[in-house]
């Protein structure tokens, strides 16, 4: 019996420690464009900065109820993670936003990329719709199931896939031509990494979508290499964001610096 149990004992534990590495990258991210937005001086670069931390919040608080206690059944816990993860299409919605309008503004001849003067609002209506269907149809089968709450967020999330896959697709492409677009070096690398962590997230739906396909719940989740991977993901997801983090500093102390050069000349 010990040695059958060490597998899962280790797999636990691996589970836990790239979940504690998570949180801590997220909530380093978070805190620096928090902070990074009070230096900056453009509304567009302050929002950029805004809903980054936004997103990078979203996840640390996804992470504390399963890196405190993943495994036990809690229904309140469960029905507070589907409606956290709901919210989170507004914040992934604005940050995709916010970074394309800072593409078409790199821009030196200000080209709209994929119609998305319109198209926000298309991908606004979607997360709506989407966010009615999952409370009235997906969160009472998920909760029917019995599964832990890591078990029902997995399920959720695949649930939800029609909503965050062209959510993720779309802005992913509107990025990465905006990246391309872009005359500030600084800014074309911040969009390069910004559509990375797009194009990271919609492969993290993709694993997901796999693990529920292959063992439909019918499983402890927390102890599947399947969920490793999907954590994997992630770790690099908070590592591309933390890249953005970086490039909003420099994009901070070049305002600065061309607000000296006005004053000197």
Known sequence: MPASASPDLLADAFFGIIAVVNVAMFGYVAFRALRIRNALLVPLYRNQSLWMGAVA????????????????????VSYFLFIWLLAGNVFFLAFYDTQVRVARDSDPLERDILGWRYLRFALLAMVAVGALWAIVA???????????PIGQLILFTA???????????VSATAILIGSRRSGNPVTKRQLRWAGITTAVFFLLI??????????????????????IIAEVVIL??????????KSLVLTSKFERLGLEQQFEN
């Open 57 to 76: 919040l979203y996840w640390v608080i996804v992470y504390i109820p399963l890196v405190t206690n993943p495994l036990q059944a809690n229904a309140s």
């Open 138 to 148: 997906i969160v009472p089968a998920v909760s029917a199931t019995g599964l832990p």
């Open 159 to 169: 649930g939800i896939s029609p909503i965050y896959i062209p959510l993720s697709v």
């Open 206 to 227: 993709i694993v997901v979508i796999i693990l529920v396909s292959l063992w439909g719940g019918t499983v402890p989740l927390a102890t599947t290499p399947g969920l």
């Open 236 to 245: 690099v997801l908070a590592f591309s964001m933390y890249k953005i983090s």
